[in-house]
């Protein structure tokens, strides 16, 4: 199966967690720090909705792109009951199109990690400068390799009161691959539950290797930050301090 079709269904119960308000008062703020405070937004890898329902909020006109169908359902879902003007679609990020250009693109929870080639990567980042207005800003989290080394091979669970899961991590340090083998039981409708199995694979790259695919891609590289902070990052050893890093980029010409 793939990733996030099973997981999609009980994605925000798990994901409960996360502090989408303040991650999304951070991007506004970056985003207006780099001269974008409104005008259409892209979304690589917009999952279930929660970031692109914020920042429409935030004056935002927003469309989100995602490969999972199970996730894009739940968004929409949430885009019917807020009645908000967003505009899904259901596209790989490597070979996405758009009817035309868009103000900023942004990408959280690390979804670029899951490109793990740099061909891939890089033609995203390559996408990414083709569907940007002159001088827009593109502005993304990543993983960091200190990050899959704290989690290592390492099994977690979780049971919820609908859902659980079994998350058995790995880690290779050669290729900088984590992969983690995901099992989860759903319950149904009729209360029986049905299992489902996922394999999601990352890849932690460095801050020379991205760094230098932004300005192959043809993009100008403005600066890594510690995620969350206006802390600047600039080489391998800062960045590995930190479990995930924000890149912001600049379209300067096509």
């Not at 970031?51 to 739940?74: H, P, T, W, Y």
């Not at 149904?188 to 695919?213: I, L, N």
């Not at 924000?246 to 010409?253: N, P, Q, T, W």
Request: aromatic share 12%; glycine share 6%; hydrophobic share 35%.
């Amino acid at each position: 199966m793939e990733a996030y079709e099973g997981f999609g269904q009980v994605y925000d119960e798990f994901m409960d967690n996360v502090p989408y308000d303040e991650w999304c008062e951070y991007i506004v703020d970056m985003l207006n720090e780099h001269d974008v405070d409104a005008g259409l937004c892209l979304e690589l890898g917009c999952g279930t909705g929660e970031v692109c329902e914020r920042l429409a909020d935030k004056g935002f006109d927003m469309i989100g792109l995602d490969a999972s169908s199970e996730m894009l359902n739940q968004a929409i879902k949430k885009r019917d009951e807020s009645k908000k003007d967003i505009l899904y679609l259901l596209q790989d990020m490597t070979e996405f199109e758009l009817y035309g250009t868009v103000k900023s693109v942004v990408s959280i929870c690390d979804c670029l990690n899951y490109l793990t080639q740099n061909e891939q990567l890089l033609k995203t980042f390559k996408l990414v400068n083709n569907y940007l207005d002159p001088g827009g800003i593109f502005l993304f989290d990543m993983n960091t390799r200190h990050k899959y080394e704290e989690i290592g091979d390492s099994v977690i669970a979780e049971n919820r009161e609908d859902a659980s899961f079994i998350w058995e991590n790995f880690f290779d340090p050669e290729e900088n691959i984590n992969e983690y083998d995901l099992t989860l039981f759903v319950k149904d409708e009729s209360g029986k539950y049905e299992k489902y199995e996922e394999t999601h694979t990352q890849r932690a790259y460095s801050y020379d290797e991205v760094k230098t695919m932004l300005e192959e891609a043809g993009m100008e590289f403005v600066s890594c930050y510690k995620a969350f902070t206006k802390e600047e990052i600039n080489d391998d050893k800062a960045m590995n301090e930190c479990e995930r890093v924000y890149f912001v980029a600049r379209e300067k010409g096509k």
